[in-house]
Every structure is written in C-alpha cells, then in structure tokens.
C-alpha cells in the first residue's frame, strides 16, 4: 500500500521540542524529494522544509535555525526535529513525498 504515515505531534509549551516522524511504504522512497508542509487554521499550507535524496536541505525562513529535516533510508523515514517552539508554529504539519501526503498530525504550541 502506498502511503506516508505521520507520527510525533502533540501539545508543547514555547520553547520546547518535538520531533516528528513519516514513515513511507509502497514507494521508491530514495528517489523522491521528502517534504514537511504546515497548514494553520485560515492559513494556506506552506513548505516547511524539504530534504533531497543526497540530503540537500531547505528551510523556509520562518524555521531557520530551529527546525531539522533528516531522513534515513535503511527505514523510510523521513523526521522533522522541531526545538525552540513558538505558538506561531501550531498547525498540521504534512508529509510530502512526489504527489503523495501523508494525513497530517497536529502540532499546538501553548502555554
């Protein structure tokens, strides 16, 4: 079956960490550009970062600095480690892969 699986959101306060996990099955996952995308309510989804299959990485501006994109490929996955968290990065973050998304999981960054 060819799907994306997100896994590791969650409620955190400003300031923390989370790391988010896509595990991909049914594709040739080497081949393809791995994207984490966010959508927050009344908001556009937008890139978030992106990793090549030589791992060349892109960051949009907003999470420069605080968020890393990794992927291992013994284990088709692709992580999104998040640390300094603001409220402004609440959203469903979505995995990317070609035309494939995963279903989102829910990132809430509140005190």
């Known amino acids: 079956q060819v799907q994306l699986v997100e896994s590791g959101g969650g409620l955190v306060q400003p300031g923390g960490s989370l790391r988010l996990s896509c595990a991909a099955s049914?594709?040739?996952?080497?081949?393809?550009?791995m994207g984490w995308y966010r959508q927050a309510p009344g908001k556009e989804r937008e890139l978030v970062a992106s990793?090549?299959?030589?791992?060349?990485?892109l960051y949009a501006d907003s999470v420069k600095g605080r968020f890393t994109i990794s992927r291992d490929s013994a284990k088709n996955t692709v992580y999104l480690q998040m640390s300094s968290l603001k409220p402004e990065d609440t959203a469903v973050y979505y995995c990317?892969?070609?035309?494939?998304w995963g279903k989102g999981t829910l990132v809430t960054v509140s005190a």
């Open positions: 990793i090549t299959s030589t791992s060349v990485t």
């Open positions: 990317n892969a070609g035309k494939l």
């Open positions: 049914g594709i040739i996952y080497s081949i393809y550009v």
